[in-house]
């Protein structure tokens, strides 16, 4: 299966007070369409916007970063040198708050995960400017999660799955003292000869036995992840073992969730099958008996072309290309329907500057998601 179709798995289940931006409409009535935006790429994973910058910019697995403008390829903004195939490569990127800066998540040459930091000068990262932030060896090929966001702080949110193997052979999903099967926090400033520092108010810094970096855990493939920009609550794609999918919901601040990797796949018994102390389910479940084998994580939609759709959070399957809208009051799931719209092997959704989201397709398209 390819590096999307393992990578992603969503969840949800009750969690006390949850932050709430307004009603959603009616999703059963909305009518959406998909607008070509850009066409021959080669395996697009991830897509990007910077401040005052109307360039798209889109992450190719083999490592390249291409500049997209008024539906051309304008240029390359930079090369990583990459690890390919299955799911390894260029998985994921995201400017920092002013854009000067470009963070990237690759797996390099003997496959382990690295997390740079790429200048922009004017359009283009140049290698000469680009210094690793961070380094995490990988044990086998697969779950390299790798999405990278940033925080309304600045801080750098990444995503590791677990290592890889099945059933998370080595036990990362809940041993707080390595970065697999995590999502992690950390801040871009160098302390200590470290290239980063860790901020002080991560869940874990100071605890023995734990590292200061993780901010969530209970992960397996965490493939794709967001914040609403609304209000901050934090939605999280998590790739399932054989039988489940799962989107993960946690209300803006919350921290150190135990997500039940690998005791739990989504909200059934797997390795010990008891919920651990302090774990959560999922939001979201969908079984492989309909079809699903990856779902790709989304965005909260906050745009103005599809004013029924705000406050609808978006999210996709790998293998059947559907797309999906979910509304969630506080912390269960009152609508999730499907939309009518289909984009063959979707690998990830995008989130414009105006808030509109966009659909990639690992088939070399990315899409606008338009009102029908």
Same mark, same amino acid.
């Given at each position: ?51 005052? !910058? ?22 390359? *903004? ?83 799955? !677990? ?44 605890? *023995? ?71 959560? !389910? ?9 079809? !699903? ?51 063959? *092997? ?27």
């Amino acid at each position: 299966m390819s590096v999307i179709a393992l990578a992603v798995a969503l969840g949800g289940s009750a969690l006390g007070p949850a932050s709430h931006a307004g009603a959603v409409g009616n999703l059963s009535t909305v009518h959406v369409g998909l607008t070509t935006v850009a066409t021959k790429l080669k395996a697009p994973l991830a897509v990007a916007w910077r401040p005052g !910058d109307a360039t798209m910019y889109v992450a190719e697995q083999g490592g390249r970063i291409r500049r997209v403008v008024g539906g051309r390829i304008t240029g390359q *903004a930079a090369r990583l040198t990459v690890s390919t195939g299955g799911e390894r490569g260029l998985l994921g990127m995201a400017f920092s708050r002013g854009g000067t800066k470009l963070y990237v998540d690759y797996t390099d040459t003997n496959g382990n995960t690295r997390v740079d930091e790429l200048t922009m000068r004017g359009k283009t990262a140049p290698k000469k400017l680009r210094r690793m932030l961070l380094f995490q060896s990988q044990p086998f090929a697969n779950h390299n999660g790798g999405h990278v966001a940033v925080g309304s702080d600045g801080t750098i949110y990444i995503a590791f799955g !677990d290592g890889g193997g099945s059933g998370d052979p080595n036990g990362n999903g809940q041993n707080p003292n390595t970065l697999l099967g995590k999502i992690v926090r950390i801040s871009p400033n160098p302390a200590g000869g470290s290239p980063y520092s860790i901020p002080a108010d991560n869940p874990f810094v100071g605890q *023995a036995g734990a590292r200061g970096e993780v901010w969530m855990y209970g992960l397996r493939n965490p493939w794709r992840f967001s914040f609403d920009r609304a209000n901050g609550d934090m939605w999280i794609g998590d790739v399932g073992q054989n039988l489940y999918e799962e989107i993960d919901y946690a209300p803006a601040g919350q921290k150190g969730i135990n997500w039940g990797w690998s005791l739990r796949e989504a909200t059934h018994p797997y390795n010990g099958g008891a919920e651990p102390p302090g774990g959560r !389910d999922p939001i979201i479940e969908r079984p492989h008996t309909a079809g !699903d084998c990856a779902i790709t994580g989304g965005y909260v939609y906050r745009g103005t072309a599809i004013p029924a759709l705000v406050g609808a959070y978006l999210y996709g399957d790998y293998c059947t290309g559907k797309v999906f809208a979910a509304e969630q009051q506080g912390g269960t799931v009152v609508q999730n329907v499907d939309l009518g719209i289909n984009v063959p *092997a979707l690998t990830s959704f995008g989130q414009d500057l105006n808030g509109e989201l966009y659909a990639v397709s690992q088939t070399g398209s990315v899409y606008r998601i338009t009102p029908a």
